[in-house]
């Protein structure tokens, strides 16, 4: 079973930046693809992000592509999402999740395994 563990989340100013971490055991990550979610209060989950980093495969959703990155170090088994200029609006429960090499593409993200999720609170 895959085993997920996020880190880094915490309190930023908006407009700030905030690195996210997943530390992944039990399996490498270049046998899986993972993803980045959020969950804000009254909300439903929303994918944020994925990468496949067998084969440096990414995607992003609309809400966050141009200041999030998604990046992994292979070394690590970690997996990053990097947030930049913060909103107020991205304040939420961050979480990584890990599936199939195959479900980082057109509508699918990887959602078979789950961390327990980082708080990012984000101060206007």
């Known amino acids: 079973e895959v085993r997920l563990v996020e880190s880094g989340g915490g309190l930023v100013q908006a407009g700030g930046s905030l690195r996210l971490s997943c530390a992944v055991s039990?399996?490498?990550?270049?046998?899986?693809?993972i993803g980045w979610f959020r969950q804000a209060p009254g909300k439903e989950r929303e994918g944020l992000s994925c990468?496949?980093?067998?084969?440096?495969?990414?995607k992003y959703a609309d809400s966050v592509k141009g200041r999030f990155t998604i990046s992994s170090d292979n070394a690590k088994n970690t997996v990053y999402l990097q947030m930049n200029s913060l909103k107020p609006e991205d304040a939420a429960v961050y979480y990584c999740?890990?599936?199939?090499?195959?479900?980082?593409?057109?509508?699918?993200?990887?959602?078979?395994?789950w961390g327990q999720g980082t708080e990012v609170i984000v101060s206007s």
């Open positions: 999740a890990a599936d199939s090499t195959l479900y980082c593409s057109g509508s699918y993200y990887p959602v078979y395994y």
């Open positions: 039990e399996y490498t990550v270049l046998d899986l693809a």
């Open positions: 990468i496949v980093p067998g084969d440096n495969r990414t």
